[in-house]
């Protein structure tokens, strides 16, 4: 509900932010227009602060978040679905992770890889690409896991690594968006710009553990470090397990993704 004292969303019969009594009025074309009026400015400001304190001084905030103020940033859900449904349509669109430099040789003899197995890797490494921030989402719950387990004595539940988690995917994925003007107007750096994306990824993932974890810090940024590469690991072989069973149904699945 949107109190329409201060605009604050809130549930139950009294605002939480400035105590006025909730009021339930009949619908009216105007009061639908102030009431969409109203949610979506305060959804919008919330936003662009959550975009804002999750690039500054972001373990605090999200320390914030998780045990102080619930309304201090715009929920993972939301969040999470706005940058990954706009990420997702221009990395469509545009082809950004499609450089083929992950494409193996089907004739060429890899250890104990199969001719059969190469192609299946090529397939899904083409749909990684193509669907990327699709698959990024997909790997959330292994990157939750993974430190729930490396940072296990710090004592956050598993819910709160999955919210940190959730919200350091929507923020990676809108770091991407500043990609998209220098992509498009220099495409032969396309390469160069989307390691320089990579990298700052993985640094931004580790600043947050970093913060967050009271460990001595050089043991944190270690268990930071082999935190990313499990879940790496991890969220890659997830990912394989998922194509693999929705393999015989792609092409039912494709229009609609």
């Known amino acids: 509900m949107i109190c329409d004292n201060c605009h604050h969303r809130f549930r139950g019969n009294f605002c939480s932010h400035c105590g006025k009594q909730a009021a339930v009025d009949r619908f009216s074309m105007r009061s639908i227009w102030e009431e969409f009026y109203a949610f979506a400015s305060s959804i919008t400001v919330l936003f662009f602060q959550t975009v804002y304190r999750l690039s500054v001084k972001a373990p605090a905030h999200l320390k914030t978040f998780l045990f102080k103020d619930r309304e201090y940033l715009l929920s993972p859900v939301e969040y999470l679905l706005f940058s990954g449904t706009v990420v997702s349509i221009l990395t469509i669109k545009f082809n950004f992770f499609q450089t083929g430099f992950n494409q193996f040789e089907p004739d060429t003899h890899m250890l104990f890889l199969s001719r059969d197995f190469l192609l299946f890797l090529n397939d899904f490494f083409s749909y990684a690409e193509e669907y990327s921030s699709l698959t990024n989402i997909i790997a959330i719950p292994c990157f939750a896991v993974c430190s729930y ?40 750096a396309k390469g160069t710009l989307l390691d320089g994306y990579i990298v700052a990824s993985i640094v931004y993932n580790i600043w947050i553990y970093y913060g967050l974890f009271t460990d001595h810090k050089t043991l944190t940024a270690l268990k930071a470090a082999l935190c990313l590469v499990l879940a790496y690991v991890l969220g890659l072989l997830f990912n394989l397990c998922i194509y693999s069973l929705l393999l015989p149904y792609k092409e039912f699945i494709d229009p609609f993704i």
């Open 149 to 188: 387990l490396v940072f296990y004595q710090e004592h956050y539940s598993f819910g709160e690594h999955l919210i940190v988690n959730t919200y350091i995917a929507a923020q990676q994925a809108l770091l991407l968006l500043l990609l998209f003007p220098f992509i498009t107007l220099f495409p032969s």
